[in-house]
């Protein structure tokens, strides 16, 4: 049972533009969210995390959405550079330090 | 410097062998964790421990082995009962209980089974 949902394998955007990656997550238990960034054979590094007492958090070029009513979360990131080009993971967890639940990862690529 | 140290960085295998995977860290975390990643499923979680000579099940434990002996080591041990080994397997680290979830992972090792 995928609990963190990413249904977009896959992504490109023109460099300069804005990048919307999604989430969906099915625990209602879930009150911490976060987003991490993969490159091949490296593990992941942390980018932005946000709790559900929040809507929004922003870290420079990258901003979190959370709509707990729909279960949903994106990331934003604008504007978007080469350099962003990795595998974005969605995250979530209960109590924010109990297990960590990842979704399947969508594949930026942004084109220079 | 600080940080998670994974060893190997690649393993080969024979089918039946136990292997075991190294993991460190000088963070003085609390927390540490083991995933597997397979193309197409993102990360899965084998077991995690949140204090010394603890550790609980993940989502995927089967034919894997832990021990939490001491704070800064877990080692993950891949037994001739895991049916599908070869994968990247990953190791991280948080401050655990009352803190963010924000975890710290290490490079990963390649696991292949011949």
């Known amino acids: 049972d995928q609990q963190v949902k990413q249904n977009s394998p896959s992504l490109s955007v023109q460099e300069g533009r804005i990048s919307i990656l999604n989430c969906d997550y099915t625990?209602?238990?879930?009150?911490?969210f976060l987003w991490y960034k993969k490159y091949p054979a490296e593990g992941p590094t942390f980018l932005i995390s946000?709790?559900?007492?929040?809507d929004k958090n922003e870290d420079g070029r990258f901003t979190v959405f959370l709509n707990k009513s729909a279960k949903h979360l994106s990331l934003h990131i604008v504007p978007s550079q080469p350099g962003d080009s990795a595998v974005y993971f969605c995250a979530a967890s209960v109590g924010g330090y109990q297990k960590v639940t990842f979704g399947t990862g969508t594949k930026l690529q942004v084109i220079p | 410097d600080g940080g998670i140290t994974q060893s190997p960085k690649y393993l080969f295998r024979k089918e039946g062998q136990n292997v075991t995977l190294s993991c460190e860290q000088n963070l003085n975390h609390d927390a540490m964790y083991w995933y597997r990643q397979d193309p197409g499923q993102g990360l899965r979680l084998i077991y995690y421990?949140?204090?010394?000579?603890?550790?609980q099940k993940g989502d995927i434990a089967e034919g894997y082995s832990v021990s939490r002996e001491k704070k800064e080591s877990f080692p993950l041990t891949v037994t001739s009962a895991q049916k599908n080994p070869t994968a990247f397997y990953l190791c991280a680290s948080s401050f655990g209980q009352g803190r963010t979830g924000e975890l710290f992972f290490g490079e990963g090792s390649r696991l292949t089974v011949l």
């Open positions: 946000i709790s559900s007492i929040k």
């Open positions: 421990s949140q204090i010394v000579n603890d550790f």
């Open positions: 625990n209602s238990m879930f009150d911490y």
